[in-house]
């Protein structure tokens, strides 16, 4: 059978499961990331989760074309609830929106264990949801940037704390309960790792996002002489801020270019 191709998004987040490690993925959608887990030796036992049932079974079809049915599992279920506490070692919930992400995971904290592997993928509110992990028990071992068909995605290596618990897995290394105030505001932004480590993609995306806020910038400020606005001045404001961050980023992740 042939091996299947997936995104270069799919496959990293993919690259980042520990081999041998039970894996649920959350809102499978085709079923790509399973089949792709399991043909390529890296996982025996994979939880397809979907809320919706059409995916569901476009995802069964594609498992069932591949032969793959007594490795990959179909669960039907909204988040984390197709899944117990000890079914899995990790959880993959790529393509979704950061805020649904983090209702997903606060509504299924119950169905974590201690030590678990989180591979997260947010699509946006990544600020927001990067907080929610720090402030919540879930540490960031490590972060990539991928640029996949012109756009750019984040995927978190993260292991969760059960706090009431307070047990350690050897795992954890040193980060436990790391809070998000020990972060500066342009790493809740852009991620401590893609920063500390000189992302090439991350450098091209502030680029990017820089010249996309100099434009909006001075668009509203050419609106705001014609028509002055309450609403106008302060999103000029939050520009403002999104610039600072955005060059702070920028320096410290071509620190180490240019003392080349």
């Given at each position: 059978?042939?091996l299947?191709?997936?995104?270069d998004r799919?496959?990293?987040?993919?690259g980042?499961?520990?081999k041998?490690?039970?894996?649920?993925?959350?809102g499978?959608?085709?079923g790509?990331l399973?089949i792709?887990l399991?043909q390529?030796?890296?996982?025996?036992?994979v939880y397809?989760c979907?809320?919706?049932?059409?995916?569901?079974?476009?995802?069964?079809?594609h498992?069932?074309?591949?032969g793959l049915?007594?490795?990959i599992t179909?669960?039907l279920?909204d988040?984390l609830c197709?899944?117990q506490?000890?079914?899995?070692?990790?959880?993959t919930?790529c393509?979704m929106g950061g805020?649904?992400m983090?209702?997903i995971?606060?509504?299924?904290?119950?169905?974590?264990?201690?030590?678990m592997?989180?591979i997260?993928?947010?699509q946006?509110?990544?600020?927001e949801?990067r907080?929610?992990?720090l402030?919540?028990?879930?540490?960031?071992l490590s972060e990539?940037?991928?640029?996949?068909?012109?756009?750019y995605?984040?995927?978190?290596?993260?292991v969760?704390?059960?706090?009431?618990?307070?047990?350690?897995?050897?795992?954890?290394?040193?980060l436990?309960?790391?809070?998000?105030?020990?972060?500066?505001?342009e790493?809740?932004?852009y991620g401590?790792?893609?920063?500390d480590?000189?992302?090439?993609v991350?450098?091209?995306?502030?680029?990017?996002?820089?010249g996309?806020?100099?434009?909006?910038?001075?668009?509203?400020?050419e609106?705001?002489?014609?028509?002055?606005?309450a609403?106008?001045?302060?999103r000029?404001?939050?520009l403002?801020?999104d610039?600072?961050?955005?060059?702070k980023?920028?320096l410290s992740?071509?620190?180490q270019d240019?003392?080349?």
């Amino acid at each position: 059978m042939e091996l299947l191709k997936i995104s270069d998004r799919l496959r990293s987040a993919a690259g980042l499961v520990y081999k041998g490690a039970r894996v649920a993925d959350i809102g499978t959608d085709h079923g790509y990331l399973p089949i792709y887990l399991v043909q390529n030796g890296i996982s025996e036992c994979v939880y397809a989760c979907d809320v919706r049932k059409k995916p569901l079974e476009r995802a069964q079809a594609h498992i069932s074309s591949y032969g793959l049915d007594d490795n990959i599992t179909i669960r039907l279920a909204d988040g984390l609830c197709g899944i117990q506490k000890d079914d899995v070692d990790t959880v993959t919930i790529c393509g979704m929106g950061g805020k649904l992400m983090k209702d997903i995971i606060e509504a299924g904290k119950d169905r974590l264990s201690n030590g678990m592997q989180l591979i997260l993928s947010p699509q946006s509110e990544v600020r927001e949801f990067r907080a929610y992990l720090l402030e919540n028990g879930i540490d960031i071992l490590s972060e990539m940037m991928i640029k996949d068909e012109g756009k750019y995605y984040f995927i978190m290596d993260c292991v969760y704390h059960d706090m009431a618990e307070g047990a350690v897995d050897n795992n954890n290394t040193h980060l436990q309960g790391k809070n998000a105030a020990e972060y500066t505001e342009e790493e809740l932004r852009y991620g401590r790792y893609l920063i500390d480590n000189h992302s090439e993609v991350l450098k091209e995306y502030l680029d990017k996002e820089y010249g996309s806020f100099i434009s909006i910038q001075k668009s509203l400020k050419e609106q705001n002489v014609k028509k002055p606005s309450a609403a106008i001045e302060k999103r000029l404001q939050e520009l403002e801020a999104d610039i600072e961050y955005n060059r702070k980023a920028e320096l410290s992740c071509c620190a180490q270019d240019a003392q080349k």
